[in-house]
């Protein structure tokens, strides 16, 4: 039995108080008021009644949806390659290559919604190289429309992609590539039967967290048209600001269902990695 | 001739595709007029002068190093005793504290925004101080990782009981033996802390609104203004991270190399 040590009372109180006072008290707040009526009324239902039967905050999930997944998708598709070609690097470049992979990372938010408007805006790189080679694309492309958007996310993930990647391919071992090559399995037969299913569980995990990093991610389209893209994150900040309504209650309700979906899809990633780790043994 | 493969092909493009925003931004920020031909008519360093020069920028850049600075320092200050005297002394807790670290990952910013305002707008406090306080919590993933690794790596509970052994008071040992030698690693983790505060947005954005403006604020301002200026910016930002980062890589270093030295 361990004796009364007061060294843990007096670091842990301030470190618990911080926990409490900015992380659960504010959430627990956020849950309560989302069944709150505006203005601090009694308990409803509504918002979220509200939130079910309004095709623009549906849209809005929607949309955080799609463009969550198809840049986690993309992200995770090259960034498999990507890592691989990595890991066959010497080992010294392989860790230069890593920190400046970790380095792009920074250029998240603001600075990299900017980069884009640099590259592909009204009179970006790309969009004045197009125009003398008498390409159009101004109707069918431009970086504010959704396809741009995804652009931008998909740049955020590959950095993530390839850094949580990149350590998977420790667990495959050169003798089990020399052993199926002697057995005489070619390169792609290896990959398909034993090095993808052993990396298996490791990508589904990355990619439920790169859908969960797009999800909440609010910055980067914010910072190319304010509130226009229908994205939930924006339309929570819209709504608890107060561009021009303030309603908290309701962006509560909306938070609260951002907060089920992340959790859901962790959920799902656990599940998922779970049942394929049980077919594998 | 050797086929190029997949795996290259791929990496080749990723690089590409992470370098080539970056590239185009420090052309932009250097160019005199780039409006209707590929590359830059000139180059030209008066974008960056007229940036430097502007009171409301650095205004802005030294409200984003204060903010980042304090705030990770009482961070440390916080976060590092309790993680060390969980480790040490009640390792039972260590399970709470890893589901919270894993809650705070998985909130995002806008979430925690929405509980933040309801909680303390309002109240009379500043809402920078709330802000600060969201960033405390929002930087434990990273503290609580790195403290924990540096404290495995020396392990720290039989130092201590040696320490207590031969008449060490708890915070003397502490304060001798443990901070001297997590110094490195808490310092990387504190680098990382102050980078990632640095680059915040979301929360200082709907929190406390143009009345604190910080770089990032700043930066977004600009952009409808000035596209060279808004560059320089960037371009300033993305050095001060390498800066950051550089210095990441040459402390790792230098603990890892200790670590081998025994």
Redesign the interface.
């Known amino acids: 039995m361990?004796r009364f040590?007061?060294?843990?009372w007096i670091?842990?109180i301030?470190?618990f108080a911080?926990?409490a006072?900015?992380?659960l008290?504010?959430?627990?707040?956020?849950i309560g008021?989302s069944f709150q009526a505006e203005g601090g009324g009694g308990f409803t239902i509504s918002h979220y009644r509200e939130i079910f039967s309004n095709p623009y905050y549906l849209q809005a999930f929607e949309n955080s949806v799609l463009i969550s997944f198809l840049s986690a998708l993309i992200g995770i598709v090259?960034?498999v390659?990507?890592a691989?070609?990595?890991t066959?690097f010497p080992q010294s470049l392989q860790q230069r290559v890593l920190?400046i992979?970790?380095?792009?990372s920074?250029?998240?938010?603001?600075?990299?919604?900017?980069?884009?408007?640099?590259?592909l805006g009204n009179?970006g790189?790309f969009v004045?190289?197009a125009k003398?080679l008498g390409i159009d694309f101004g109707q069918s492309f431009t970086l504010y429309s959704w396809s741009g958007l995804t652009l931008v996310y998909?740049?955020f993930q590959?950095?993530l992609a390839?850094m949580l990647l990149y350590p998977l391919y420790n667990a495959i071992q050169k003798q089990w590539m020399e052993a199926a090559e002697l057995l005489g399995a070619s390169p792609w037969k290896f990959w398909l039967r034993i090095g993808f299913p052993v990396l298996l569980p490791g990508i589904v995990g990355t990619f439920s967290i790169l859908f969960?990093n797009a999800?909440?991610?609010?910055?980067s389209a914010?910072?190319l048209t304010g509130s226009n893209y229908n994205l939930v994150?924006i339309r929570?900040?819209a709504l608890?600001?107060g561009d021009i309504f303030a309603r908290?209650e309701l962006?509560?309700a909306l938070?609260v269902l951002?907060?089920l979906t992340?959790?859901g899809a962790?959920l799902v990633n656990e599940w998922l990695t779970r049942k394929i780790r049980r077919d594998l043994s | 001739m050797k086929r190029i493969?997949?795996?290259?092909?791929?990496?080749a493009?990723?690089m590409l595709?992470?370098?080539?925003?970056?590239a185009?931004?420090i052309l932009?920020s250097l160019a005199t007029e780039w409006?209707?031909?590929?590359l830059p008519e000139g180059i030209t360093g008066k974008w960056f002068a007229e940036l430097y020069a502007d009171p409301r920028f650095l205004q802005a850049f030294g409200r984003s190093f204060l903010l980042s600075f304090l705030t990770t320092v009482v961070a440390v200050v916080?976060?590092v005793?309790?993680v060390?005297?969980?480790i040490v002394?009640?390792p039972r807790?260590e399970r709470l504290v890893q589901l919270?670290v894993m809650?705070?990952y998985?909130?995002?910013?806008?979430?925690?925004?929405?509980?933040?305002?309801?909680?303390?707008s309002g109240n009379g406090i500043p809402m920078v101080i709330?802000t600060a306080?969201?960033y405390?919590?929002g930087l434990?993933p990273y503290l609580y990782q790195g403290t924990r690794n540096s404290l495995l790596a020396m392990q720290a509970r039989s130092l201590m009981e040696a320490a207590e052994l031969l008449g060490a008071s708890?915070?003397q040992a502490?304060v001798r033996i443990i901070v001297p030698n997590i110094m490195s690693g808490i310092f990387v983790s504190s680098l990382l802390s102050f980078?990632i505060l640095f680059?915040e947005?979301?929360l200082i954005?709907?929190l406390v609104?143009g009345r604190y403006e910080t770089l990032?604020m700043y930066?977004?301002a600009k952009?409808a203004s000035s596209?060279h200026v808004?560059?320089a910016i960037?371009v300033t930002?993305?050095v001060l991270?390498?800066i950051i980062?550089g210095l990441v890589?040459k402390f790792t270093r230098r603990s890892f190399a200790r670590k081998e030295v025994p």
């Open positions: 361990k040590v007061s060294m843990l670091t842990t301030p470190f911080m926990i006072l900015f992380l008290v504010p959430l627990l707040s956020m008021g090259v960034a390659f990507a691989y070609a990595i066959r920190v992979t970790n380095l792009t920074n250029f998240a938010g603001i600075p990299l919604a900017f980069a884009f408007i640099v590259l009179s790189l004045l190289l003398q998909i740049y590959l950095p390839v969960a999800m909440g991610a609010y910055a914010y910072a994150p929570i900040g608890v600001s908290p962006g509560s938070a951002l907060g992340l959790a962790l | 493969s997949l795996p290259s092909l791929s990496f493009l990723v595709y992470l370098f080539l925003p970056v185009a931004t932009y409006n209707s031909t590929i916080i976060i005793p309790a060390f005297s969980i002394y009640a807790m919270l809650l705070t998985a909130v995002p910013g806008v979430i925690m925004a929405v509980g933040l305002i309801r909680t303390y709330i306080g969201a405390l919590v434990l708890h915070w502490f980078s680059g947005f979301v954005n709907i609104g990032q930066l977004y952009l596209g808004a560059s960037t930002y993305f991270m390498a980062t890589v």
